[in-house]
């Protein structure tokens, strides 16, 4: 799992248009303070959070990712007593304030996760990457080396290995994304490609594959970019490996959080997948895990049993 690591402030705006508002407000009159807005730090980075989402349910994880000094205990403290290895290279730490309300936007600066790439990583690391059951690159939107690192990848490890991408928000980087998906239809650079709605209906317009409906669009992406896509979303997930896409429907409940729900829903789908589920069960564990996630008191993924309980 590669490569980013974010410190997250969570800032609880229950309707961000309000909190927006009361801020304009305080500045009209020259500035001041706004209280009793509830705020947490916590880890983040999809990398950082799919790794903790991946050992929690079990998993023995590699994270190869950075930080500066001051933030090594926010990164390394989630991971105590999990089968998880973690390896720091030493780029600042990214910086996310991230406010919730009925969406989640997030306001950014990405320290090391901007400039990541293969270069940084070692013999140590290429032979535990080469020995892995699956190898996983996220926040491809955040990193500028990120498409020099998915070439990395393949050329180092061969065209069988799996490789998994992510690739965040990259609504400011469509042409970039564009040249990604050229280049995938001949050198295969990823097998599995996670998306959001979104990402995927995006995706779907830059690739030129078109379709109506998300369930129409993850079949046309897979079949056009030879690899399995998965998207999530509030209301189902889809999953597609070169034929008809699989749908399975989400239960609505009230969310105390969003951000890091996707990591979730997709360590649970890698879970599900590395064990053998068929496609209706993987996406119902999915959907069962990030559920747990956003409803939980604490920003925390769940266990393999708190999910299976969770499906009855």
């Known amino acids: 799992m590669m490569h980013d690591f974010f410190v997250d402030r969570f800032v609880e705006a229950g309707t961000i248009g309000a909190v927006l508002s009361t801020v304009d407000s305080k500045a009209e009159i020259g500035g001041g303070g706004v209280h009793g807005v509830r705020q947490l730090d916590f880890r983040g980075g999809n990398a950082v ?6 050992s929690t349910l079990g998993l023995r994880t590699l994270l190869i990712t950075h930080s500066d000094e001051d933030h090594l205990p926010l990164l390394r ?4 007593g999990l089968p998880a290895e973690v390896r720091v290279k030493p780029l600042r730490a990214g910086l996310t304030v991230a406010i919730e309300g009925r969406v989640n936007v ?15 990583l070692d013999s140590n690391d290429w032979n535990d990457i080469a020995s892995a059951g699956l190898v996983c690159s ?10 020099d690192l998915l070439r ?6 061969g065209r069988t290995k799996a490789i998994f ?36 209906t995006a995706a779907a317009r830059l690739s030129e594959t078109g379709g109506k409906g998300l369930t129409e669009i993850c079949s046309i992406l897979s079949l056009a970019l030879g690899s399995r896509v998965d998207i999530h979303t509030r209301v189902a997930g889809y999953t597609a490996d070169g034929g008809a ?32 589920m ?35």
Do not use: C
Request: a positive charge.
């Open 77 to 80: 403290n989630p991971f105590k």
């Open 245 to 276: 896409a699989t749908r399975r429907p989400t239960r609505i409940v009230r969310a105390r959080r969003l951000t890091g729900a996707g990591d979730v829903w997709d360590a649970a789908s890698i879970f599900g997948k590395l064990n053998g």
């Open 165 to 200: 991408l992510g690739t965040s928000d990259f609504s400011d980087r469509h042409g970039q994304f564009r040249d990604l998906l050229r280049l995938q239809r001949r050198l295969k650079l990823f097998n599995w490609l996670a998306l959001n709605e979104i990402e995927a």
């Open 152 to 157: 990395a990848l393949r050329e180092r490890t």
């Open 106 to 120: 997030m306001l950014s600066d990405n320290g090391g996760a901007g400039n990541f790439g293969p270069e940084l």
């Open 138 to 147: 996220v926040n491809w939107a955040a990193n500028a080396r990120g498409t």
């Open 49 to 54: 959070n799919l790794a903790v989402a991946l």
């Open 278 to 312: 068929e496609d209706g069960g993987r996406l119902d564990f999915a959907n069962a895990a990030a559920r747990l996630y956003i409803t939980a008191s604490e920003p925390r993924p769940p266990t393999e049993k708190q999910v299976f309980a969770e499906l009855g």
